[in-house]
Each structure stands twice: as structure tokens, then as C-alpha cells.
């Protein structure tokens, strides 16, 4: 089962952070996921909509310039690009990219091909999903190379339907409402199942045991040993 440390090493460290990065890389994750947003036409990566909360800022993120993202924290640590967070993983894993809000397929097009030209990551290690459909499927229209993963976060009459339509390798699920026949459907049509955001055990087993491809995790050497794996 593939385990993404979700929004970095989470658990252990200021989320979407680069110290979160580093710190998914010493666990030795496999796979990491992380939000972006578009600010001025450059993805930076911050998992809401909305500075406070998560950030010693206020107000909605893409109204801010990215001069004055820089001057704020997330629990000390900075505010990172997408690009900076690419550069510190380093082609060391896979890298599983949200993209959030809207107007963010464009520049990830850009950004998707440069880091496969300049970074060394391979099509296999770049992951683009996103809970608006419509932006995932621009994205793969004109980069049909990506892998891409519509996210659900209820459970639609169709099923797994739109991740076959979309020509997706995954279909990312919400744990509370999974189900076999979702997992079965999907998997009928070739589309992998990773599911979030899981850091229980019990739950990861269970999983598992439906034949789930992979978890969102905010504790990946937790989710790792859940599963009888070594934690690092
Ligand atoms: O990508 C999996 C999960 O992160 C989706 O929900 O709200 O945590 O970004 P959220
Ligand atoms: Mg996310």
C-alpha cells in the first residue's frame, strides 16, 4: 500500500512547509501530497482558502502578492512555492499535487513540464489532483502524459464512473463514506484507489484488507508500522 504523508510529515511538523517536506523525506514516505494555490500566476503551497488559521496572515490568499506571502508563517516556517518544495524533494518521491480553488491547471502545465525537464521527476512521480473536475481535465487535455486523480468528497450516485471518463490513475476517496463497491468499481476500470486522510490503524488495516492502493497519512511511519511495515 502506498502511504502519502499528507500535507508533508503533518503530524510531526507545520503542514505544506518545507521543514514538513524534509522531515516526509527522513521517514523515508514514498509519496508525499500538498495544496496549491495560484498567486499572481506562481503556485504556492497553503492548504486554505483563507490565511488565518493555518498562517499569521488574514484574508483569501489569492489576494495577496506573493511579497507578502513571504513575510508571513506557518508556525514559524515559511510559506513555500510549489517550485521550492519540488526542489527540496528533489525527484526523491512521488509527488502528489492539489490543486485548489481555481486558475491553477494553468501554471501547473508550465511548472509540470520544467519539472520533468530541469528536476529529473519522472511522469510516474507526478500525481495532479483535484477536487474541481472540470481544471483536472484541462490539465490532462493538454499534458495527456500526467497522471491526474479526480478527489470526492461524497459519494455520487455513478460511482467511481468519472475517474474512468476522466482518464484518471487514481480516484481519491474520503475514508468516512468508502465502500467495496467503490473500490471494486474503480478497480474494474483500471483506476487505483488511495484513500484520506487515515492515521488510525485499525482503519488503515481495513483498508488495506479492501484492497485499497494507497492512504493519505499525516503520521507515514505510523501508517507504515500499522501495516507490519518497518517505520523507517
Ligand atoms: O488530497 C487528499 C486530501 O488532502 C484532500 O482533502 O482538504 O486535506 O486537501 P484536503
Ligand atoms: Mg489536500
Known amino acids: 500500500m502506498l502511504i502519502f504523508a ?20 527522513e ?48 508556525r514559524g516556517e515559511p510559506i513555500p512555492t510549489l517550485w521550492q518544495v519540488l526542489e527540496l524533494l528533489n525527484a526523491r518521491c512521488i509527488v502528489n499535487i492539489e490543486l485548489k480553488g481555481i486558475h491553477t491547471g494553468e501554471p501547473m502545465k508550465a511548472l509540470y513540464h520544467r519539472a520533468v525537464a530541469e528536476l529529473g521527476y519522472s511522469p510516474e512521480q507526478l500525481l495532479i489532483s483535484s477536487f474541481n473536475h472540470p481544471e483536472l481535465a484541462d490539465f490532462k487535455a493538454d499534458v495527456p502524459e500526467a497522471r491526474i486523480a479526480p478527489l470526492l468528497g461524497s459519494l455520487p450516485l455513478d460511482g467511481a464512473a468519472i475517474a474512468g471518463q476522466m482518464q484518471a490513475w487514481s480516484l481519491h476517496l474520503d475514508v468516512s463514506f468508502i465502500s467495496q463497491t467503490i473500490v471494486d468499481q474503480a478497480h474494474a476500470m483500471g483506476v487505483k484507489v488511495y484513500v484520506y486522510t487515515v492515521d488510525d490503524g485499525d482503519d488503515i488495516r481495513a483498508l488495506a484488507a479492501m484492497g485499497v492502493d494507497g492512504v493519505f497519512a499525516n503520521y507515514p511511519d505510523l501508517a507504515r508500522k500499522a501495516l507490519g511495515e518497518p517505520s523507517s
Open 27 to 74: 521517514l523515508e514516505a514514498e509519496a508525499v501530497e500538498l495544496d496549491v494555490h495560484n498567486v499572481e500566476g506562481e503556485l504556492v503551497v497553503f492548504h486554505d482558502r483563507r490565511l488565518e488559521g493555518k498562517s499569521n496572515g488574514k484574508g483569501l490568499i489569492h489576494r495577496h502578492t506573493l511579497a507578502e506571502l513571504e513575510k508571513l508563517s506557518v
Open 6 to 25: 499528507h500535507r508533508g510529515a503533518s503530524g510531526y511538523a507545520p503542514e505544506n512547509t518545507l521543514k514538513a517536506m524534509a522531515l516526509a523525506l
